[in-house]
């Protein structure tokens, strides 16, 4: 006869179930890490942003950073400094459910389902693209409201419902589109940097230090995160910087009915190739520190739940 089990002491705390590698609750933890770990971030370094795309489409407009954010602040107070916060938190939350959670999802079916024997890096670059791909969708119309409140003066809208509704009643959904393919040129090659280089500069550092990963604490193990993702946010800022640029130029200055290919043109004519790289030294430090954070925030919520650290393996 079967015996029964001690009964539970009242207040005691039921175990918690493990949650299954590579299962739908698996991915599903990904993508609410990837929204735990972008939109806080990104939110964060609003007044960096604001100034580096002001200065991206008008390079006189402030003499240095440290100039800016005290004009910009007694003027308007600290609001001013964190104008754009809004459309920047709800978009990067969005993009960071697609960018962390499909990539996970990604990476499981490109490397152990599809194509096993393929090198890891080729699979860190195709899952890291495809995941991007789908979570610009999702960022572009909260990106193209953030990039005309900060680059235009006096602002376009004052937040973002305003932002929304202006641009739909004036230009449709399709305005909040119309920056689509010069957001992939920045966002997909940034992601493939970020992605390849954090797994492969992770599996560097452990390799240096000379013990197999599961030997070091979750703190240790997380440090490695930050640090990895700092190396990999300097490679990032680089590659997608002239897009950037280009991003913001686009949504500050297309002319109405003017094609993407035909306004790219117009543009470069004006700014020239020099243009492309104006404000790069911030967005370095922004992109470092920001990237690294994520990588922390990222793995950390991952050990909360049981789960391994990325990369290393």
């Not at 305003?162 to 909040?176: F, P």
């Not at 297309?254 to 543009?267: D, L, P, V, W």
């Amino acid at each position: 006869m079967a015996t029964k089990g001690k009964p539970q002491a009242p207040g005691a705390v039921t175990p918690q179930k493990k949650i299954e590698l590579f299962s739908g609750t698996y991915f599903a933890a990904c993508m609410l890490g990837g929204i735990i770990a972008c939109g806080p971030t990104h939110a964060s370094v609003t007044p960096l942003d604001l100034v580096k795309c002001r200065r991206q489409v008008d390079p006189k407009i402030y003499t240095s950073n440290l100039s800016a954010w005290s004009k910009i602040y007694r003027a308007e107070g600290l609001r001013g400094v964190f104008f754009g916060w809004s459309p920047t938190f709800v978009g990067y939350s969005f993009q960071g459910l697609g960018k962390y959670g499909f990539y996970e999802v990604f990476k499981y079916y490109y490397g152990e389902r599809l194509f096993p024997n393929t090198p890891k890096t080729i699979v860190y670059l195709g899952a890291s693209a495809s995941a991007e791909f789908i979570a610009d969708l999702a960022l572009l119309p909260f990106e193209a409201i953030k990039v005309r409140m900060q680059t235009t003066l006096p602002p376009y809208a004052q937040n973002l419902r305003e932002g929304w509704s202006t641009i739909v009643k004036n230009e449709g959904y399709a305005g909040l589109y119309k920056g689509l393919y010069p957001l992939w040129a920045r966002q997909i090659p940034y992601t493939m940097v970020k992605f390849a280089t954090f797994e492969s500069a992770v599996a560097q550092i452990y390799a240096t230090l000379g013990k197999p990963k599961e030997t070091y604490s979750t703190l240790q193990q997380t440090g490695v995160s930050f640090l990895g993702g700092y190396i990999a946010g300097i490679g990032c800022a680089v590659v997608s910087h002239p897009a950037d640029v280009m991003v913001s130029k686009l949504n500050a200055d297309r002319k109405a009915g003017e094609g993407a290919g035909q306004a790219i043109s117009r543009i470069y004519g004006k700014i020239g190739f020099g243009g492309l790289w104006n404000g790069l030294p911030v967005r370095i430090v922004m992109i470092g520190t920001l990237t690294a954070f994520q990588w922390l925030i990222y793995d950390s919520f991952k050990v909360y739940l049981g789960l391994p650290t990325t990369g290393g393996h």
